[in-house]
């Protein structure tokens, strides 16, 4: 089992910036797919970013898709978010990620996941 936890988040006005980490512990960390995702008051959980194990292929969802930045460091069992020009409707909680090699479906989809963090508060001021 990989326990994965969340941290970095904040309070941060509108233009600025946040690295988020997640650090990961258990069995071994770099076999696994690594995703974000973030949750609004009353909305779904949504789809941010992953990178793959394999080859480090990266992809995000388009309202993000050149201001974040995912990132992973096997060395320290850790991914990363790094945020920047923040808008006010990037607040969300933030939940990392984590799914087994070997499976099929698309990484688009927090179903396809088999691990999460408990998540980190985001909040972007106006």
């Known amino acids: 089992q990989v326990q994965l936890v969340e941290s970095g988040g904040g309070l941060v006005q509108a233009g600025g910036s946040l690295r988020l980490s997640c650090a990961a512990s258990?069995?071994?960390?770099?076999?696994?797919?690594m995703g974000w995702f973030r949750q609004a008051p009353g909305k779904e959980r949504e789809f941010v970013a992953f990178?793959?194990?394999?080859?480090?292929?990266?992809d995000y969802a388009d309202s993000v898709k050149g201001r974040f930045t995912i990132s992973r460091d096997n060395a320290k069992n850790t991914v990363y978010l790094q945020m920047n020009r923040l808008k006010p409707e990037d607040t969300a909680v933030y939940y990392c990620?984590?799914?087994?090699?070997?499976?099929?479906?698309?990484?688009?989809?927090?179903?396809?996941?088999?691990?999460w963090g408990q998540g980190t508060q985001v909040t972007v001021s106006s």
């Open positions: 258990g069995r071994t960390f770099s076999a696994y797919d």
């Open positions: 990620a984590a799914r087994r090699l070997g499976y099929s479906g698309s990484l688009y989809s927090r179903h396809e996941y088999d691990y």
């Open positions: 990178i793959r194990w394999s080859d480090y292929i990266a």
